[in-house]
């Protein structure tokens, strides 16, 4: 049970600093429950009592019309019940929802400051975008964990009692059983549901991730497949995929409807007790009818919930994970003073991606002094892009040091690091947001004039004055209505804009024809000047103004012609 | 319709079981011609609506016979409950006090085998009352079973309706497959293929919500009201006649209520994905803001604009749940009316106009219920009709399946020995481009190469991908062995040809089940023995697992030049008579070109060769030249 519960309760836990709006909406919400038991019980009451006469007011009916003072009233109070009951009903909507939007938004914030505190080098560095995505989808589906659960149990914790108390005052073995009833449909039956569906929830995520990528490898490769004549291949292969989550969602669906015609019956077998009790307590029977069908109906969601459960509860636990897990590289407790100067040392640095992998570097010396240019050469997939990661600390060496200004950079902050050194990565990401603010995000009060230098010198300029809004035409999702050579371009402008003394440009030339590239590394050369540029490559063009060349071959770096 | 107005918010967030809400509409594409796109897809919706016809039909009866449960089990306990006043008001008067007379009561017709009229000839002071004919076990058994019958026609009801949500989503999905893989490597041009994929999966499982929940409860909410209208109109008219006019208040009062805030409302949906892209989007790009020390601001900037949005959506909402309250509203009105009618009537000393029996007016108030039932889950399910008309606008905009091409006769071309042949071939791709081949003209005898040269853009890999069936020239022919390549159907012209561009795709699964899609039915050996020629088992052999290597989405990331020689393995597998290579060295490095050229050199041998390159590549093979300058032949 505890597998299923436990994220969701840790979820819940990290709501703390909603806990006045939760509180409001809950006490709202029973309110609103509270009226609509009234309102039920009183229009039952108000049957009996004058059908019965006053001469034996039975005590539910006393209870019910306790408030009004007379037995008169109950028109009254029904009217009064049935407009407040409308009132709260509207109210309790308002402030669950606003409670929920605070909750979620909470969340939402909360997980991007866990994962920007630990994932840096992880995450979302190397084609992890997708991942990311689907934990997003992770943290939007626990919307309903107050809604659909949290408030319902709340009610029903409230009404068993009332139910009890109620039923009890005039029918002991009533009471009894009605309340049994009860506590199964709200408590035992969910818990029941919710028993198991962690596994379930798990293998319905596992087929839906199959089906994505069928479906995207499938149209991302439908020059392949057209080519190759493949296309009723990856059909049957999308749509056997489909079948497999067809057949979890049915599995998943019937468990649903089971409990849920559970929840059903149970509530009737209740009404059914207490018609079978009819003429034994008359008008007690009358009364707990009505009251009877309000209380399950208030609790009948909970076992359909309880059957959802595990999929929320998977849900969270990822979530939990990807916020919680510890950095890839942790700050140093007491870290360093950032160092004067910024000459990169890399010192007998011998490092893979992880265990069961080649070596990326065996032995990697090398020392960038300040304001040099140099170009890192080497065939693709050999780990050129490492160097940046393991200088900006995103991953940590095996051995060897790795100095920033004679201090090794694992004593140093990350802030201060990620200042020095401003990386443009093949991964670089260009936001939904407005060329200005994405050209921004190093610099943020870089003014007009500085950004327009900085898109004549991706030469980019000139595609960016076409465009009627300028600097203010909003990008796409991943920078959509530009090319991908657009793209990198922009990426770059925002590179060159960053005040950062060391410049590490990855590939900054792909995507590019020739005679831009040409052109842009020419430019390169005036505007990065002053500044430490690492060029990774595979190739140079010549026009290149460098300092010194190194070629990365087998995890070391030599020195080649300068 | 009237239903469609009951447009309660029931809930503004999805529910937890739904499919995640439409994470895209970006305010670039929503905003074009909304009218016109809001029509299609309302029009596409129905059609589609039409065809699901049989499949919603089983979720719509079982539901109705759940309604039809509920209201018997609301009438015997009526019944019931009324045998229960007869035994309270005997203990207290002995004799039948009531004076009102019921002569004529439409209850007493209605059902008079339950006994349920009983007590009310009883009231009226008919000659002695026979005892009540019908047993309370009879009440009860009838109670039950009913029950049981409600409990399991609710089962079948949603089996049905995720049945029909199911087969619904089955044919939308293939469907749309099939459109794309018809339209072929063109429709990539225009769209990113993660933004199609996720039309094919995200959006078609959001309309499950509509085919398998909304479409019932629509129906439902028409047929079932009406039932229960019914069986209170047999009850008692007045009671119909209060029903009715609740129920009529429902859509009347949330038109008057909700015209203004259902568009708010609907507009609101959007910003609310909106922030749920913007959160996506700012969580892809979570190391480039890490990365440049803006993570703590861009925190701050997510709360903020999920506060405002928050403070937005709450004053639409609280005009939006007004008309959620118009339902509230109609059904306590006509509960109040009717207990406090009912009390009248059944009091000792009042209403000598009209009388009702006591088990009619108990199953009258249990009815009230049972009649908002319908409406209520309608209003619940009424965010997925809302999402539906999205994704079908999404799903509209996919390329409609190209016609098939016109087999005038369909050509058998020789399986060894391709001849190919361009005459006067004009072909544009884009008109704002202009020609991308103009009057272009070449002939290649079978087993010889043709090396295409020219700077980029002179339309060497559009030859190529003329050849592969991926576009089509408006005039001029293209033949192969000198058969119309228009002729010839593109199963056997996949056959006739094997490909190698300049990033090849590699899909998820092991190195040798991607060499294998080449051709499918291939053997082990053969597998292995492709991989080694084109230089694959040099670095799988370093693998983990060696070609049982899985790779693509979430496998082992390999370079360029490796997914290149993993290309050529397929190429060599596939063992066409024709083959083209589109630059296929373009992206390496000298080491890994120098690799992939002598595997390209070996597979050569015996095929009809076309290459496209602008690189020293092209000079590593011997053959004829062909030099290419804006889609014509250079002199």
């Known amino acids: ?562 | 319709m009237a239903v469609h107005v009951v447009a309660v918010c029931g809930s503004a967030f999805h529910s937890m079981n739904a499919p995640s809400p439409p994470v895209s509409p970006s305010p670039a594409t929503s905003s074009a011609e909304p009218g016109r796109s809001a029509a299609l897809a309302r029009a596409w919706l129905r059609a589609e609506t039409r065809r699901a016809g049989r499949t919603t039909r089983w979720p719509i009866l079982t539901g109705l016979v759940a309604v039809a449960a509920g209201a018997l089990q609301a009438v015997l306990a009526g019944a019931v409950l009324a045998r229960a006043l007869a035994a309270l008001a005997a203990a207290l008067h002995p004799p039948p006090p009531i004076r009102f007379p019921l002569a004529g009561a439409p209850a007493a017709p209605a059902i008079p085998a339950l006994g349920i009229t009983a007590y009310g000839q009883a009231a009226a002071g008919l000659p002695p009352p026979p005892p009540p004919h019908t047993a309370l076990w009879v009440l009860l058994g009838g109670f039950l079973l009913a029950m049981l019958v409600r409990a399991a026609a609710n089962y079948a009801s949603e089996r049905f309706a995720f049945a029909a949500g199911a087969t619904a989503r089955r044919h939308l999905r293939s469907d749309a497959m099939a459109r794309l893989l018809a339209a072929g490597p063109a429709v990539l041009a225009g769209q990113h293929s993660g933004a199609l994929a996720a039309i094919v999966m995200d959006r078609i499982e959001l309309l499950d919500g509509y085919f398998a929940r909304y479409l019932p409860a629509r129906t439902l909410a028409l047929v079932g009201p009406a039932l229960i209208l019914l069986v209170a109109l047999a009850l008692d008219p007045f009671a119909a006649l209060v029903l009715a006019l609740a129920g009529a208040l429902v859509p009347f009062g949330m038109a008057l209520a909700g015209i203004g805030a259902k568009r708010a409302t609907e507009r609101q949906f959007a910003a609310l994905s909106r922030l749920q892209v913007r959160f996506l989007d700012r969580m892809r790009g979570l190391s480039t803001i890490i990365l440049a020390g803006r993570a703590e601001a861009e925190a701050a900037a997510l709360q903020t604009a999920a506060g405002d949005l928050r403070r937005r959506t709450m004053r639409v909402l609280r005009v939006a749940f007004l008309s959620a309250s118009i339902l509230d509203l109609a059904a306590a009105a006509a509960l109040v009316v009717l207990a406090i009618h009912y009390a009248q009537v059944l009091a000792p000393a009042g209403a000598p106009a009209k009388g009702v029996a006591p088990a009619a007016a108990l199953g009258v108030l249990l009815l009230v219920a049972e009649f908002f039932a319908p409406l209520r889950s309608l209003a619940s399910v009424y965010q997925d009709g809302i999402h539906a008309r999205s994704a079908a606008a999404e799903l509209i905009a996919l390329p409609p399946a190209p016609p098939e091409p016109v087999a005038r006769t369909v050509r058998n071309v020789a399986a060894q020995g391709i001849s190919v042949a361009f005459e006067h071939v004009n072909l544009t791709r884009d008109a704002a481009r202009g020609a991308v081949l103009s009057d272009l003209s070449f002939r290649i005898p079978a087993g010889e190469t043709l090396v295409l040269v020219g700077p980029s853009g002179s339309g060497k890999s559009t030859v190529i991908e003329t050849l592969l069936g991926f576009h089509r020239p408006q005039s001029g022919r293209v033949t192969l062995n000198g058969a119309d390549l228009s002729d010839v159907v593109p199963a056997a012209l996949s056959r006739l040809t094997a490909w190698v561009g300049q990033r090849p795709k590699l899909f998820a699964g092991t190195i040798a089940e991607n060499i294998r899609f080449a051709r499918p039915e291939a053997s082990e050996q053969e597998v292995t023995a492709a991989a080694r020629a084109a230089h694959v088992s040099d670095f799988a052999e370093a693998l983990p697992a060696g070609l049982g290597t899985r790779i693509g989405e979430g496998g082992f990331g390999l370079s360029g030049g490796q997914a290149q020689r993993i290309a050529i393995a397929r190429a060599f597998l596939r063992n066409a008579p024709l083959l083209l290579l589109d630059e296929p060295t373009a992206h390496l490095d000298p080491a890994s070109e120098a690799l992939v050229l002598d595997s390209l050199r070996r597979l050569a041998v015996g095929r009809t060769v076309i290459l496209a390159s602008h690189s020293a590549a092209a000079y590593e093979f011997s053959g004829r030249r062909l030099h290419l300058a804006a889609g014509r032949v250079a002199a």
């Not at chain 1, 962690?198 to 490898?217: C, F, K, T, V, Y």
């Open chain 1, 1 to 562: 049970m505890n597998e299923v519960a436990g994220p969701l309760l840790r979820v819940i836990g990290r709501w703390r600093g909603q806990s006045g709006w939760l509180v409001l909406g809950a006490v709202v919400s029973l309110a609103a429950l509270g009226s609509a038991i009234g309102l039920m019980l009183v229009a039952g009451a108000a049957l009996t009592v004058r059908r019965g006469g006053a001469a034996v007011p039975h005590p539910i009916a006393l209870l019910a019309l306790a408030a009004g003072g007379s037995l008169l009233a109950a028109p009254l109070l029904l009217r009064a019940l049935g407009s407040g009951r409308v009132v709260l009903r509207y109210l309790d909507r308002l402030t669950s929802h606003a409670a929920t939007f605070r909750a979620l938004a909470a969340l939402r914030v909360w997980f991007f400051r866990g994962l920007a505190a630990n994932s840096a080098g992880g995450l979302g560095f190397r084609h992890a975008g997708d991942v990311l995505a689907r934990l997003v989808g992770d943290v939007e589906a626990l919307d309903g964990l107050y809604v659909r659960i949290l408030l319902p149990l709340i009610g029903a914790l409230v009404l068993a009692p009332v139910l009890a108390v109620a039923l009890g005052l005039f029918s002991i073995p009533l009471a009894a059983i009605v309340t049994a009833l009860f506590v199964l449909a709200a408590f035992v039956l969910p818990l029941r549901a919710a028993r198991g569906t962690a596994a379930a929830g798990q293998s319905q995520a596992e087929a839906a991730a199959a089906l994505r990528i069928a479906i995207l490898d499938t149209l991302s490769g439908l020059p392949e497949v057209r080519a190759f004549g493949a296309e009723g291949r990856m059909l049957a292969s999308v749509q056997a995929r489909e079948a497999q989550l067809l057949a979890a969602q049915r599995a998943q669906a019937r468990r649903v409807a089971t409990f849920g015609a559970g929840a059903l019956l149970l509530g009737q077998v209740a009404v059914l007790a207490v018609l079978t009790m009819a003429t034994r307590h008359p008008s007690a029977a009358i009364v707990a009818a009505f009251l009877v069908v309000a209380a399950f109906e208030a609790v009948g969601g909970l076992a359909r919930a309880g059957a959802l459960a595990g999929q929320a509860s998977a849900a969270a636990r990822r979530v939990l994970e990807a916020a919680e897990a510890p950095a890839v590289v942790a700050d140093p407790p007491h870290p360093a003073p950032m160092p004067a100067t910024h000459t990169l040392t890399f010192e007998a640095v011998r490092f893979r991606w992880q265990p069961d992998l080649p070596y990326v570097f065996e032995q990697l010396d090398l020392s960038i002094a300040p304001g040099t240019r140099i170009a890192l050469l080497g065939p693709s997939g050999i780990g050129k892009s490492s160097l940046a990661a393991l200088a900006l600390r995103l991953a940590a060496p095996e051995s060897g040091r790795i100095l920033l200004g004679g201090t090794d950079i694992a004593t140093l902050p990350a802030a201060g690091l990620h200042a020095r050194i401003a990386w443009l990565s093949q991964t670089t990401h260009l936001f939904a947001d407005t060329i200005r603010n994405n050209l921004r995000l190093c610099c943020p009060d870089a003014d007009d004039a500085m950004l327009w230098q900085a898109l004549e010198a991706a030469r980019i300029a000139d595609a960016v004055r076409a465009l009627p809004e300028g600097l203010d035409t909003w990008l796409g999702e991943g920078g959509a209505g530009f090319s991908g050579g657009q793209g990198r371009r922009l990426a770059l402008a925002r590179t060159l804009l960053s005040p950062a003394p060391i410049l590490i440009l990855d590939e900054p030339c792909a995507g590019l024809d020739a005679a831009t590239e040409r052109d842009f590394l020419t430019t390169l050369n005036e505007v990065a000047a002053g500044r430490t540029v690492i060029l990774i490559a595979h190739r140079l063009t010549g026009v290149e103004r460098l300092d010194r060349i190194w070629r990365l071959s087998g995890g070391v770096a030599v020195a080649a012609a300068a």
